[in-house]
């Protein structure tokens, strides 16, 4: 539940059980279960580095004056990460606003090994505290061995939702999805805001019946453990860790598991059913992709690119051209055949399940944003991978195989329509991610997003080539051309 910048305070009596906590958490988010965590009673602060954030854990038992906690760098720790604090309370009104104060008793039943302890929190942070005790509650009643269960933090991707794998007394290991409801943001067309605007998911609700649904048609979707639906808590089949992108950079043969997942698209071709069951007794129905989530998309490009490039917002005849552009891919885009369409169909999202036999082979963890669409947007999500280099060759290879197996057992297929869609879609989820990644960067701080910029502008550019994207190309080569392209790798 902690993020950088959280202050946590430990209350209680010497013997309470503050230092003993705090060598807990920071071995459980550094991930070692053993590491020397000494009290820092005399250094009065130790850091340590862990995958997610900095810890500076500190013991003010020793300071003489409030004034000495000026000189321990609470703030610079704030910035880096987070602080654990070990008496507070002497440092009076110098001390950070504390996000969670853990206070601890001895529960007096003569146990030496045991303790109470309160948490609370300060306004802002009381949110994240109350869902603490959500999942808290849902574990205890949904995992195997109860209370008997160990967590550890599992890193997400870039939406809200959140993750941690559990391993229970038995051994046995599972996911927790955390993905609470999100509320719509402000309207920006039509009134309506962009989750719905784009057919996002706004709850877990579409990942139960879709991953239902992909299992019981011969896929690798998680199963769903236990759930809780309304309060958006899922415990999930864990996949392990062998996650493509993560694969390849192990010296895995790229061309092997790219082609699993080629194929894993082919046999998704035919089609699962558009509605399907909850498991509280209701029903979800896959939303169809139209003009509005294409066009909202592309916009990301103007939105949030362009500003962060010129530093100023696109002219409405710039905008205009764009958009008329655009008009008439759409159009075609929408009249494709259409079929089952994941969205996000690439590396972080794609598992490699050696023991299973094909399409069960590849583990899919992620498609509750998923529609009704064109078949070729997940093979552009495959083979224009934002976080992972696909090389042309690679992607043309794959493609001739995917064309020339759904040839043979689809009569009326259409590979030169599916190449020109193909390309179309390529450069509008290109041009979209453009604009999400500088939206990662200027809006939430997430500036490692801009080192896959050069990637996209290379995918981007293997799309303009097509034919039937010569009004597209124009505009991109009139407006960003390749020396903006490269200033805008640093916004």
């Avoid at 862990?50 to 038992?61: V, W």
């Avoid at 959140?162 to 309207?187: T, W």
């Avoid at 996002?200 to 239902?212: C, M, N, Q, Y």
């Avoid at 453990?225 to 996650?243: M, P, Q, R, S, T």
Wanted: net charge negative; charged share 25%; glycine share 6%.
């Amino acid at each position: 539940m902690l993020s950088p910048g959280d202050c946590i305070a430990l209350t209680g009596e010497l013997g309470a059980g503050k230092t003993t906590f705090a060598r807990a958490l920071i071995r459980a988010a550094s991930g070692e279960r053993e590491l020397e965590v000494p009290s820092p009673t005399f250094t009065l602060t130790q850091l340590y580095e862990t995958p997610r954030f900095e810890i500076a854990h500190l013991d003010l038992y020793r300071i003489e004056t409030p004034n000495e906690v000026e000189e321990l760098g609470i703030e610079a720790a704030l910035l880096r990460g987070i602080a654990v604090i070990e008496w507070p309370e002497r440092g009076e009104d110098r001390m950070p606003t504390a996000d969670f104060i853990l206070s601890f008793t001895d529960d007096g039943d003569g146990d030496n090994d045991t303790r109470s302890v309160t948490m609370s929190s300060n306004t802002a942070s009381a949110p994240r505290l109350a869902r603490f005790t959500e999942i808290r509650d849902f574990l205890s009643v949904s995992a195997s061995a109860g209370t008997d269960y160990h967590l550890s933090y599992l890193q997400g991707d870039a939406s809200p939702r959140r993750y941690a794998r559990l391993i229970d007394g038995n051994g046995k290991r599972s996911i927790l999805m955390d993905s609470p409801k999100q509320g719509d943001g402000p309207p920006i067309q039509n009134g309506l805001p962009y989750s719905q605007i784009a057919h996002l998911a706004e709850d877990v609700r579409p990942f139960a019946a879709i991953s239902t649904a992909l299992n019981e048609r011969g896929f690798s979707a998680p199963e769903i453990f236990a759930h809780d639906l309304n309060d958006g808590l899922l415990l999930i089949e864990d996949f392990g860790d062998a996650v493509f992108g993560s694969e390849v950079k192990r010296g895995r043969d790229q061309a092997n598991l790219w082609q699993r997942a080629t194929d894993t698209l082919i046999a998704l071709r035919a089609s699962p059913p558009i509605q399907m069951p909850l498991p509280d007794g209701t029903d979800y129905q896959l939303p169809k992709i139209d003009r509005h989530v294409l066009n909202i998309e592309t916009q990301l490009l103007l939105d949030w690119y362009w500003p962060s490039v010129f530093g100023k917002p696109a002219h409405s005849d710039i905008e205009l051209q764009f958009t008329r552009a655009w008009s008439p891919l759409f159009d075609a885009v929408l009249a494709a055949p259409f079929g089952w369409l994941l969205r996000d169909f690439h590396s972080p999202n794609l598992i490699a399940l050696d023991n299973r036999k094909p399409p069960r082979d590849v583990g899919i963890i992620d498609f509750q944003d998923a529609m009704i669409g064109p078949h070729a947007y997940d093979l552009v999500s495959l083979l224009q991978d934002a976080r992972v280099d696909v090389s042309a060759d690679l992607e043309t290879n794959l493609i001739e195989r995917y064309l020339e197996q759904v040839s043979t057992t689809e009569a009326h297929f259409d590979a030169d329509q599916f190449r020109f869609v193909y390309a179309a879609l390529g450069a509008q989820r290109n041009t979209k991610i453009l604009g999400i990644f500088a939206r990662l960067a200027k809006r939430d701080g997430k500036r490692q997003y801009l080192t896959h910029l050069p990637r996209i502008w290379g995918y981007l550019a293997r799309n303009l080539a097509h034919p039937g994207l010569t009004e597209l190309a124009a505009w991109y080569d009139a407006h960003l051309p390749a020396d903006i392209r490269r200033r805008g790798i640093a916004l």
